[in-house]
């Protein structure tokens, strides 16, 4: 039988790895099962995103000073702007939005958008005729987040927008700091959180008619309330 030297290398540095996580697995079983589960979970969300970017279409994309102010900015939202244009977000977010099923208009509503990065809900709550929305924002503005908030403040301007924008961080959030919201959207954040339970009371405090939560759920075949600790991460897809 002819093995081909690239097959055979590959085939040694498979064996390796192998029995490099059998030792690890051995001297720490629980901690081994979870590193791998992170390392797959990892690979799933990274691929689903190159397969939701594939799908986008920007090959029409006029080579302007906007698209190059576009291509400039490490988007996670896909913003429709005007002309036709779509910011080039790793999310497929109006896809994600349609599974809130919110309510076709906010007509003379205030909203609040908690951990609104480059905006999409926010300005998707200002399309649905709210009368005022403040889009609220620090881990993906100014924290240790990989966003920035050069992409909100880009698709604000292009659609000229009357979103508020405030870099406040959640344990900073009151009623004193921003007031009461009839609409407080909380979504994709509360997974993220260290205190979660605390977060949640002061999101309710400034709620006066409904709060819209989006999260990761865990532990369903539980009967009772349950909460997880993914211990050293803060969010699904760190390292």
Known sequence: MNVRPGNLAASKSFTARLR???????????????????????????????????????????????ARELRSVLWFHRIALPGGRITPGANHTAMYARRLQLPASFAGKTVLDIGAWDGYDSFDAERRGAARVLATDHFCWSGGG??????????????????????????????????????????????????????????????????????????????????????????????
């Not at 920007?58 to 000073?65: T, V």
């Not at 000229?160 to 924008?165: F, P, R, W």
């Open 20 to 66: 490099r996580l059998s030792r690890r697995f051995i001297a720490d079983p629980v901690g081994t099962c979870i590193a791998v589960a992170r390392r797959v979970e990892d690979t799933i969300i990274r691929r689903d995103g190159r397969r939701s970017l594939r799908r986008l279409n920007i090959q029409n994309e006029p080579d302007d000073d906007i």
């Open 146 to 239: 990989w966003g920035r908030r050069a992409g909100f403040d880009l698709a604000h301007r292009l659609l000229g927008s009357k979103v508020e924008a405030l870099d406040i961080d959640i344990p900073d959030i009151s009623a004193k700091t921003v007031g009461v919201f009839d609409v407080v959207l909380f979504l994709g954040v509360l997974y993220h959180l260290p205190e979660p339970l605390a977060a949640l009371q002061r999101v309710a405090d400034v709620t006066r008619e409904m709060l819209v939560l989006e999260t990761m759920v865990d532990l369903t075949f539980m009967r009772q309330p349950a909460l997880t600790f993914q211990r050293g991460r803060s969010q699904p897809w760190s390292q």
